[in-house]
């Protein structure tokens, strides 16, 4: 487990440094078949066998890159909040609570351990934007749009 937690930290900082761009990396992503995720936004971060277990009642567009397909944006939704229970490289289980940028990132990375790509979510008549394209036409919007009430169909009157 340590090894492939080592090579994701160090791919992930390769990618960025590269890209100029990247939060997160799944271990299927290096070919690695384990439920590993790292996550760098405030500080590193390994979630083992991570799963959702509660979301919020709003969802929220967003406008997702991956490193899989570095130049296509495609526009899915997430779930704006949500929990996560996963255990830490130690083994022991946590659970935390997202928003946001951060809920959607790890819904992403959760994806892909379950073998989801953004290609395979995508919202709307136009889901999918090369990222030059987004530079250049969309480059000042920003990628997360605003939460809303998940949408459920409402119970129709039994006849």
Same mark, same amino acid.
């Given at each position: 487990m340590r090894v492939v937690a080592d090579s994701l930290q160090e791919t992930l900082r390769d990618l960025k440094a590269r890209h100029g761009m990247g939060r997160g990396l799944a271990a299927p992503q290096?070919?690695?078949?384990?439920?590993?995720?790292? /996550? #760098?936004?405030? #500080?590193p971060w390994f979630l083992v066998n991570p799963e959702i277990v509660d979301i919020g009642e709003t969802d929220f567009h967003v406008w997702d890159d991956c490193?899989?397909?570095?130049?296509?944006?495609?526009? /899915?939704?997430?779930?704006y909040g949500v929990v996560v229970r996963y255990q830490d490289l130690a083994g022991e289980t946590h #659970?935390?609570?997202a928003e946001g940028a951060l809920a959607e990132l790890l819904q992403h990375e959760?994806?892909?351990?379950?073998?989801?790509?953004?290609?395979?979510?995508?919202?709307g008549l136009d889901p999918f934007c090369y990222r030059e394209e987004w530079n250049k036409h969309r480059g000042q919007e920003k990628r997360?749009?605003?939460? #809303?009430?998940?949408w459920t169909p409402k119970p129709q009157p039994v006849v």
């Open positions: 290096i070919g690695a078949p384990i439920r590993l995720i790292y /996550v #760098e936004v405030d #500080e490193f899989s397909i570095p130049d296509l944006f495609a526009r /899915v939704t997430r779930a #659970e935390v609570s959760i994806d892909h351990l379950d073998g989801v790509l953004i290609v395979d979510r995508p919202i997360h749009g605003d939460p #809303e009430p998940r």
